[in-house]
């Protein structure tokens, strides 16, 4: 079966999921692929076009082969070790003590070189200097790997090659896995880039791409290293991999150490820079003073910055496009004093600045200049006056206006950023200090609950004490009862326990055989106001003498009928209960039938317990 170019693939790739292969080199992407399109049966490139479209996942198996990411910490200890010991000390003298330091791991994969990247800088500045002045940009092209390497997490045969010291230093342990350091994982920012598509990050100090360029075919590896040499600040360097050279890239790196793959960008003159000299010294020699004059001058009038001219006379020189139509400059007014010139005071003074720049033969940089369009919209402009001077002589100086609009919107933008989340900083560690207050104030209530729960086990272990005791008491009671029920019942006469109001408490067996009432009848009514055979008002006398303290003894005889209706005499003995006098509390009545033998019976008095 015939098969169409690998380009159809390619493309259907970069049209539906954004990443461009087209630069990597064809006879790796081939091998990768048809490693694919073998484990999932697809006989040739259309077959498997077909199959992504509709098996969505495949994309997935697919980057992960296509997008190898080998990687590992302190891979290639030599140039680790060259980083540290010559390069990072360098870097650090070139930005200075408190200059802040960018760092770019390109192609980070999932994330060991760069936590690499990071270790070696925390070890040169300290904990907290690293911590303020370092920021590290990681970038992949696989999300996966990005996902991986923002969670930070890494078996122990990952982290291997760490030396143990530094392992102890930046990592935690989690189970069985390691953590690199949160604090100082808040230095590093991953993001997704395609080196081949995607704008490069701008002013770096120190590039890392490691053994990705050997994935570019020749044209993609210049585009890119096109990028990171105008990434690269003038000092900055560039780290590769043990497989890459740069041995046709000479105008853009020059090699620092060749054998750890460690180089310097080469600055090139930028078009600004070339007018400069074309003014300074028309007869050099160069490509720049070779322009023929017509050229030189289009190139400065088409310049996309406003430039004005100004000789050592003080007069306008020239003017570019730029800045004819931003100041209203004629063509006519070349030749023209600059202080008759609109220009000369708005929207800046430039005759003052141009005098410290002519004494101090340096540029004089003008910030935050705003200036109204022709159109009507404001800009800010950023002036830069820059003196021409060829040894001693002071040919003239240059004006030029660069438009920071955009950068000072963006710069406010961030100020607005930064303030807002301060303030989400300080609500949510305010709220943090409420939440601590309150778990405060919780346990403070969860220990008072659980002395209270202490106390109430002790009251409740008093209360079964004084339970078991109550029981104990009421059991004597119930004994004493008992004693007494007996006695009562054995004396053979009828007995009645009166109180001081006269009301029945004791009602025996013999008054309930005599009278045929029992004893739950009778107890707790007033003794007078019983109906039983016996006349109790007749005995009223008698109760009152000895309830009331008058008498020790009171007896008296009454006609009366009997449980079974029979008419009997009955003999009544009022005993006094309690103390003499007043102090007594009630009365015991013994009543038995007149006539019947009472020698021997003994009555015994109930004190008040």
């Known amino acids: 079966m015939s098969e169409a170019p690998l380009d159809v693939l390619l493309n259907h790739l970069k049209r539906t999921r954004g990443f461009d292969f087209t630069g990597y080199k064809r006879s790796s992407l081939e091998r990768r692929i048809a490693k694919r399109m073998a484990h999932v049966g697809s006989s040739g490139y259309i077959d498997y076009v077909d199959r992504l479209e509709v098996d969505p996942d495949e994309f997935a198996a697919l980057f992960d082969t296509l997008l190898i990411n080998v990687t590992g910490f302190y891979r290639d200890p030599q140039a680790w070790d060259y980083l ?8 650090l003298a070139d930005t200075g003590e408190a200059g802040s330091i960018r760092v770019w791991c390109a192609g980070c994969a999932t994330g060991e070189e760069t936590y690499t990247l990071a270790i070696v800088l925390a070890e040169a500045l300290g904990e907290r200097a690293f911590g303020e002045r370092v920021k590290i940009y990681a970038t992949d092209a696989d999300e996966d790997a990005l996902m991986q390497a923002r969670a930070a997490v890494y078996t122990a045969k990952q ?53 990705t360029l ?17 990434a690269l600040n003038p000092w900055g360097y560039l780290l590769l991999g043990r497989s890459e050279m740069l041995i ?69 020189a020239t003017a570019n496009d730029q800045a004819r139509a931003l100041f209203g400059i004629a063509l006519s007014d070349a030749g023209r004093p600059l202080k008759d010139l609109e220009v000369s005071y708005r929207p800046v003074d430039l005759r003052s600045n141009l005098d410290l720049a ?29 003196p021409l001077v060829s040894g001693d002589v002071v040919l003239g ?7 920071v609009t955009g950068e000072r919107r963006l710069q406010d933008e961030l100020e607005i950023s930064k303030r807002e989340l301060d303030t989400a900083y300080e609500e949510l560690r305010a709220t943090v200090e409420e939440l601590e207050t309150t778990n405060e104030e919780l346990q403070s209530t969860n220990e008072e609950l659980e002395t209270m729960n202490q106390e109430l086990e002790s009251t409740n272990q008093e209360l079964g004490t004084m339970n078991d005791e109550m029981r104990r008491r009421s059991s004597d009671i119930d004994e004493v009862n008992a004693f007494l029920e007996t ?10 326990v009166l109180d001081g109001d006269q009301t029945v408490r004791v009602w025996n067996a013999s008054a309930t055989e005599l ?63 309690g103390g003499d006098g007043p102090g007594r509390t009630g009365a015991i009545v013994l009543m038995d039938e007149a006539g019947h033998d009472r020698d021997g019976v003994a009555v015994v008095p109930l004190d008040a317990g």
């Open 397 to 403: 100086a240059t004006v030029w206006y660069q438009d």
């Open 515 to 577: 009278w045929g009432l029992r004893a739950d009848e009778a107890e707790g009514r007033h003794f007078l106001g019983l109906d039983i055979g016996l006349p109790l008002d007749d005995a009223k006398a008698a109760l009152r003498s000895v309830v009331a303290g008058g008498s020790e003894r009171a007896e008296v005889t009454l006609d009366a009928i009997d449980r079974r209706g029979r008419p009997i005499r009955c003999h009544l003995t009022v005993l006094p209960l």
């Open 248 to 316: 046709t890239h000479a105008d853009l790196f020059r090699p620092v150490d060749l054998k750890r793959r460690v180089f310097s960008k080469v600055v090139s003159a930028s078009l600004r820079d070339r007018l400069m000299n074309v003014q300074r010294d028309p007869g050099a020699r160069g490509s720049a003073a070779q322009l023929d004059p017509v050229t030189a001058e289009r190139a400065f009038d088409v310049a996309p910055v406003a430039q004005l001219v100004i000789d050592a006379d003080g007069k306008l």
């Open 159 to 211: 982290v291997e090659a760490v030396p143990p010291e530094l392992l102890a230093r930046y990592f935690e342990r989690v189970d069985e896995r390691f953590a690199f350091r949160k604090d100082l994982r808040r230095v590093v920012i991953f993001g997704r880039n395609d080196l081949v598509q995607d704008a490069p990050i701008s002013r770096i100090d120190l590039l890392a791409c490691r053994n």
């Open 487 to 496: 006695i009562l019942t054995s004396l053979g006469v009828g007995v009645v």
């Open 84 to 91: 540290a010991g010559e390069i990072v000390p360098k870097l």
């Open 358 to 386: 002519f004494a101090e033969r340096r540029t004089v940089v003008i910030p935050g200049v705003n200036a109204v369009m022709p159109s009507g919209h404001a800009r800010d402009l950023e002036v830069h006056l820059t």
């Open 214 to 230: 050997m994935y570019f075919n020749a044209d993609t590896q210049s585009r890119v290293l096109e990028r990171f040499n105008f």
